[in-house]
């Protein structure tokens, strides 16, 4: 192999960590983050996004809690009358948007669809909290049954309510969101009442907790499968997670006492609540990944190319090295 081409097959070395050093930086990006707060609310938490940018949450005003959905920059309360500390829990590309009320001292859930409502409750139930709806209409939620009975997650598919707990489960199983492909993301208690996320794929089901937590809840899931929620470390502050392909990322909103996070569209946009000290703000985070590594990839690239062009000038033909068959095909 001549100079020139070794120089060549460097430089494209080199452009090729480049590249995966760009990979490794999608992979992990980096988020700014919008405060969310209800014009004169006294906390906002923001609960669900879809696509298109639309968020459903609840906030606190007037002594109680309301059920809110932002759109185009415009936040609109979502109360109906008889509604008592409603909250909007999930919205999908539809605009379906799920949540759960209280009534004479019962919860319900319910759905909001084309402007219709409809009440969410599993048969037999006493009580039950709507929480996520994916782009099929599915809808994921918790349910008691017996006043002072267990909780149980239930999936609304096809107007059949099926309910569910993962193995370990003692009397509470709360399911948080589902995507596209069916698959159930929430929370779980275990025989001595630690919280545990988990991943429901099909009838499998997948223990989510972070490295360092004493507790986590997983809030929501994307289409990719990309999960966010929220864990305990020792000490007993809140952060919010990322959990895609194998790893965790700790998600801080910045200055934050605690963060929260609780869905995650297939933009990888996030939204949640952070607590600075007085009070919850909601959040919107939305990637921004470095652009650092693509300029150092072009930069690398005509850098290297321009340098052997200009050595090969300079030294002129060379005479041609045999090598081994295998040399012209380096690992």
């Not at 949640?272 to 990637?287: E, K």
């Given at each position: ?54 968020i459903v949450g ?211 946009q996030i939204v ?16 921004t990944p470095e ?41």
């Open positions: 192999m001549t100079p020139v081409r070794n120089l060549l097959v460097s430089a494209s070395v080199a452009v090729l960590a480049l590249v995966g050093g760009v990979g490794q930086g999608l992979a992990q990006p980096s988020y700014g983050y919008t405060t969310l707060s209800v014009p004169g609310s006294i906390f906002t938490e923001a609960f669900g996004l879809s696509d298109a940018g639309q609840e906030y606190l005003a007037g002594g109680g809690s309301h059920a809110f959905l932002l759109r185009s920059g415009v936040y609109s309360t979502l109360d109906q009358p008889g509604w008592s500390n409603p909250y909007a829990s999930g919205i999908n590309n539809l605009g379906q948007i799920v949540g759960a009320y209280n009534t004479a001292g019962v919860q319900h859930g319910f759905l909001l669809s084309g402007g219709t409502l409809t009440t969410v409750d599993p048969p037999g139930s006493s009580s039950a909290q709507a929480n996520g709806i994916n782009a099929l209409s599915q809808i994921v939620g918790v349910v008691q049954g017996d006043p002072n009975g267990p909780y149980h997650g239930f999936l609304l598919s096809g107007g059949q309510y099926t309910t569910f707990d993962p193995p370990g489960a003692i009397n509470t199983t709360i399911a948080h969101g589902i995507n596209a492909s069916g698959q159930i993301v929430g929370v779980y208690f275990d025989t001595v009442g630690n919280e545990h996320a988990f991943l429901r794929s099909g009838q499998d089901y997948t223990t989510l907790d972070p490295p360092g937590s004493i507790e986590a809840k997983a809030e929501g899931i994307n289409d990719a499968g990309q999960i966010v929620g929220v864990y305990f470390d020792a000490a007993g502050r809140q952060h919010g997670f990322l959990f895609q392909d194998g790893s965790y990322t700790t998600l801080d909103a910045p200055g934050a006492a605690g963060t929260y996070a609780y869905a995650i569209n297939n933009s990888g949640g609540a952070y607590d600075q000290g007085h009070g919850l703000s909601g959040f919107l985070a939305t990637p652009p650092s590594g693509l300029v150092l990839l072009i930069v690398g690239t005509l850098t290297g190319i321009s340098w052997a062009l200009r050595h090969q000038r300079q030294i002129g033909p060379t005479v041609r090295e045999e090598r081994p068959s295998s040399a012209l095909h380096p690992r």
